[in-house]
């Protein structure tokens, strides 16, 4: 969800403040200035109705100027009084009308709700357990780490002392709350560092802040070869033989993904004398003068430890270059107090446990997505383009784009051991770091048991023992090796099933894992044929695994019949059967197969042949401008009831199920104007109904940190997504969860614009520091563990952005197959949904083919009607315009319930109220948000109340001293006018 920061700039040079204290990077955001425009577009009727009043009085007080004196002036008396009861009224209709949802979510939450601080300590004691968790230990030669006799170090790298603390746009975290730095860590864990080399970063700048909005910059700043004379050298090896070097890389919330090409974008290099990146090299890539950093250091000292402080696997082969770097942790950003955990992993106080989530290459220009990742515009659409207002005084251009999913099921590293086990790559030169590695300061090994067969359920037991010399924990992986046929339905040779993690296990202690998991899960989507899932006969390797790559123990489980869970046998998860609902969204692209060893590598993942978009789809494709609002009206719908009096208040269906009856009876007391406020003014609230008994709810933004952008108050920033997923560990996603609701809950909020869980499709994507993984499976199991959490608290989560929303892609058309929307992208919404009980989701910006996500229909076809979701769906960021495609005659009818607006004008309300299919649409969307604001916090028995928002009293209490002296003054008045009248001579007599 984007709110953009008014006044960003493209120049990438260091600008920010010290890390320590209020870094722009973690600043709150702002109103959008769209915002601000679409204020004054749903008031300036009000300004004009005052305007015609001003100027008729003004006439009238100017015709009147030759009737007799005592009329005159007591017109010209009213002259004033007139356009001050007109201003009244205006600015009190104003405020209780258009303005009222801003004023009541900047006022509602009094500026004095924060979070306690015994809930801040314990956040804070959770965000040093996921930073200790998740960081990543990557390499340990001569086990180097932990330092046992080291206790000075020399920091390098400009990022060591700007390191990155959080992700951008939703994501910053909150600037209210101390932010703990590298060197704090370290110097909290006992560790000396060379102030001489702090010095000469701290000279050089602070870490830019335009690289989390609709502009960014890349610039990587670093010191030059120079720069690191002879005395810093000479200073530094005195100080100590260690070092320490620290990159970083950061994206954020915008609209631009990490560039594969620097020589194409803004850059401002470190030196004159030579550029820092050649023409095709990435952001992901170590500029030349950070080589050049590195080389200094490898040359004057051999024990060197390196650290990534970024979201997105880099390239990282130097690390094989040069012996002296013995240990490498991947540190991504670790919110306000994560980096204490980094001093305790140096100091051994804590034994990294973490495993990575994504696959590091060696090479990113090998990847499938490689040709695929940058959106592309349709050369036929420029008729579609839209000019949006997104600051004050810059706009942003929309051109219809898209991307095309090529890899199919094959992201990530079901690629690399897919293609490893048909011999189409060398897997040691292309994969630097498999999925799911990550080392320990002890060994472990790890016994599988045989599989029983339980019902619809297989299990087994993991037997983990700690071998080595010091206590750590370990992580189960298994993954699972189905049958393949030669062309036939695509399936990977690698599937993470079920992770697990141990206990803090103590030298020589064991503990014995139990996994259970169903057959179905086995199950492939087999979109062309069957188009429903099926298990094919064969034999199911069964492995678990220290990394996708490396096997540890396996059994085989064997299938003896094939079984398709069609409609007459749907899956035991589902509550109809799966069949093909978005078969059309895989358009005419050519997709990446196994057949015949990946021989279509190379025509299905080329660049796009064509840029046009083909013409049956063109006349799918629409913008708010030409869309026709009568497109899905229910040409058989009837008038639903409404205002009727059936004595039932929303509470009254706290805990029941949705299809009971008396939701009906609910909904009929409903009007159609209180139908059209709840869907339409649905911004970071749902509003207040008075005639079913319903309280306003409050909404906030933040994956790391809870944000209330209208207060300004917030909590302290976990470390990012990426970190919480690094851990493996579930108990810990779910206490993530329980800690963001209990601080939510602190602020009066009871629902959250998180988790985010779409897919690390590319390494590049811009967003990926708040998404989980390049794994469904895993990035589910976590989220759906948020999730729950979350609502265990009474807060509704809103899953997001649903779905395929991979990289920052407004108004980019996605084309995938089914099958791997439903395996690859959409399993972390249907487990959240499913295990996780999700009452909430924020759909996608992103066009599905040629149809905006949320008109789609599949949030009703799929989320509904086969995962059994009830609660409801909301727009990402609206603004004043819809962002141009997105509109509430294309968004109800296809399931997508509310929309992200503070105003009720423009798009966001349904063209025609009295259009009984609209109605019906208004009724439907309406009971799911009544059914996910009833079953939360907000109706709670020990609840707060909510109360009348201060400005309502005050506006009150101005309107009753405002009719007061106004009618003071009209007595005066009057009485003046009949004195005057009276004093006239030969009045008296006329009377």
């Not at 040409?635 to 269906?653: E, G, R």
């Not at 020990?942 to 009348?948: I, L, M, N, P, R």
Request: proline share 4%; hydrophobic share 40%.
């Amino acid at each position: 969800m984007v709110i953009h920061p008014v006044g960003r700039n493209n120049d990438s040079s260091a600008k920010m403040g010290a890390p320590k204290h209020n870094c722009k990077e973690e600043e709150m955001l702002g109103i959008a200035w769209s915002d601000v425009i679409g204020v004054f577009e749903s008031i300036k009727w009000y300004l004009v109705v005052f305007a015609v009043i001003v100027i008729v009085v003004m006439i009238v007080a100017i015709a009147v100027r030759k009737i007799d004196a005592p009329l005159r002036k007591l017109i010209r008396a009213n002259a004033i009084v007139v356009p001050v009861i007109a201003l009244v009224a205006v600015v009190s209709m104003i405020l209780t009308g258009p303005m009222s949802t801003l004023l009541n979510l900047s006022t509602t939450t009094a500026k004095n709700v924060k979070v306690s601080a015994a809930t801040t300590a314990k956040a804070s004691s959770l965000a040093r357990t996921l930073a200790g968790e998740g960081f990543v230990l990557l390499k340990n030669d001569d086990n180097l780490l932990p330092l046992a006799n080291t206790s000075k170090l020399n920091l390098f790298g400009w990022a060591s002392e700007n390191p990155v603390y959080g992700g951008t746009g939703s994501g910053a975290i909150n600037a209210n709350y101390q932010i703990e730095s590298l060197t704090d860590g370290l110097h909290k864990a006992g560790f000396k560092t060379n102030d001489e080399l702090t010095n000469l970063y701290k000279k050089m700048g602070s870490r830019d802040s335009s690289n989390g909005t609709f502009n960014k910059g890349w610039s990587l700043p670093e010191a030059t070869k120079s720069q690191y004379s002879d005395k810093v050298i000479n200073d530094a090896k005195r100080f100590s033989d260690t070092a320490v070097i620290t990159l970083a890389r950061v994206g954020g919330e915008g609209y631009n993904d990490m560039p594969t090409d620097m020589s194409k974008v803004a850059y401002n290099n470190n030196s004159k004398d030579y550029p820092d990146f050649k023409p095709g090299e990435s952001y992901l890539q170590p500029s030349q003068t950070e080589k050049d950093m590195i080389d200094t250091v490898c040359s004057n000292f051999d024990k060197v430890i390196f650290l990534y402080n970024g979201s997105n696997p880099m390239e990282l082969g130097f690390l094989n270059q040069y012996r002296q770097i013995k240990s490498a942790l991947w540190v991504p950003a670790p919110g306000n107090v994560g980096f204490d955990s980094l001093g305790k992993i140096f100091k051994g106080e804590i034994n990294p446990s973490g495993r990575t989530t994504d696959t590091f290459l060696y090479d990113m220009r090998k990847a499938p997505w490689y040709n695929n990742a940058a959106a592309t515009k349709y050369t036929n659409m420029q008729n579609m383009a839209l000019h949006l207002p997104v600051a004050k005084g810059v706009y942003f251009d929309l051109a219809p784009s898209f991307t095309n999913y090529v890899e199919d099921i094959y992201v990530g590293y079901k690629y690399y051991e897919t293609a490893a086990s048909e011999g189409a790559i060398d897997y040691d030169s292309t994969v630097q770091f498999p999925f799911g590695y990550g080392l320990s300061y002890t060994k472990f090994s790890q016994h599988m048991g045989d599989i029983t067969k339980d019902g619809k359920n297989l299990a087994f037991d993991v037997t983990v023992k700690n071998t080595g010399a010091v206590a750590g924990k370990d992580t189960v992986e298994v993954y699972s090796n189905p049958p393949y046929t030669n062309g036939g339905i695509e399936k990977a040779s690698a599937n993470l099933i079920v992770l697990k993690k141990t206990k803090d296990l103590k030298p020589g202690e064991s503990q014995t894992i139990n996994i259970t998991f169903p057959i179905e899960q086995l199950a492939s989507y087999d979109d062309k044929e069957a188009k429903s899932y099926i298990l094919e006969k064969g034999n199911y390797q069964i492995a678990i695994k220290s990394d996708s790559h490396t096997v540890l123990g396996s059994r085989d489980y064997t299938v003896g019949d094939s079984i398709t869970y069609g409609k007459n046998n749907p899956r035991t998860s589902d509550k109809i059967a799966a069949t093909n609902k978005i078969a059309e969204i895989a358009g005419d692209v050519t997709y990446l197969s196994r057949r015949d060893h990946f021989a279509n590598f190379a025509a299905a993942t080329a660049a796009p042949s064509s840029d046009v978009l083909a013409q049956k789809y063109v006349a799918q494709y629409h913008v708010n401008k030409n869309f026709n609002p009568r497109t899905y009206d229910d040409k058989n719908a009837t008038m639903p009831v409404t205002n009727a009096k059936n004595n039932i208040k929303l509470k009254d269906l706290r805990g029941a199920k949705a299809d009971d009856p008396r939701w009906g009876k609910l909904l009929d007391e409903m009007s159609v104007d209180d139908m059209s406020k709840l869907t339409s003014l649905a911004g970071f609230q749902t509003p207040a109904i008075d005639s079913i008994g319903k309280v306003a709810t409050t909404d906030v933004d933040g994956p790391a940190a809870i944000n209330n952008n209208f207060t300004k108050q917030g909590s302290i920033g976990f470390p990012i997504a990426v970190v919480l997923a690094n851990t493996w560990n579930t108990e810990l996603a779910h206490q993530f969860g329980e800690v963001m609701g209990q601080m939510a809950r602190e602020m009066g909020i009871v629902g959250w614009y998180a988790p985010a869980m779409n897919t690390h499709r590319t390494a590049i994507g811009g967003r990926n520091f708040e998404y989980y993984s390049e794994d469904g499976q895993l990035a589910g199991a976590i989220s759906s563990n948020v999730v729950s959490g979350a609502k265990d608290k009474g807060v509704y989560a809103y899953i997001k952005h649903f779905a395929l929303y991979d990289s920052n892609a407004m108004m980019v058309s996605v084309w995938s197959t089914e099958q791997a929307a439903r395996e690859v992208y959409l399993r972390p919404f249907e487990m959240s949904v499913k295990d996780g009980k999700a009452d909430a989701t924020m759909v996608a910006w992103s066009f599905l083919g040629p149809k905006w996500s949320g008109e789609q229909g599949w949030v009703n076809t799929i989320m509904r009607d086969e995962w059994g979701f009830n609660g409801m769906a909301l727009t990402d960021s609206f603004g004043e315009d819809g962002r141009g495609f997105m509109n509430a005659d294309n968004a109800l009818p296809n399931g997508v319930d509310a929309m992200l607006s503070t105003y009720g004008n423009g798009p966001n309300v349904v063209n025609d109220k009295s259009n009984p299919s609209s109605v019906m649409h208004l009724r439907n969307a309406s009971k799911h948000i009544l059914y996910a604001t009833v079953n939360s916090g907000a109706y709670d028995a020990d609840s707060v109340a909510v109360k009348t928002p201060m400005w309502k009293t005050m506006l009150f209490i101005v309107n009753i001293i405002a009719a007061v002296l106004i009618i003071g003054a009209e007595i005066v008045i009057v009485r003046k006018y009949l004195k005057r009248r009276n004093d006239i001579p030969g009045q008296q007599e006329q009377h």
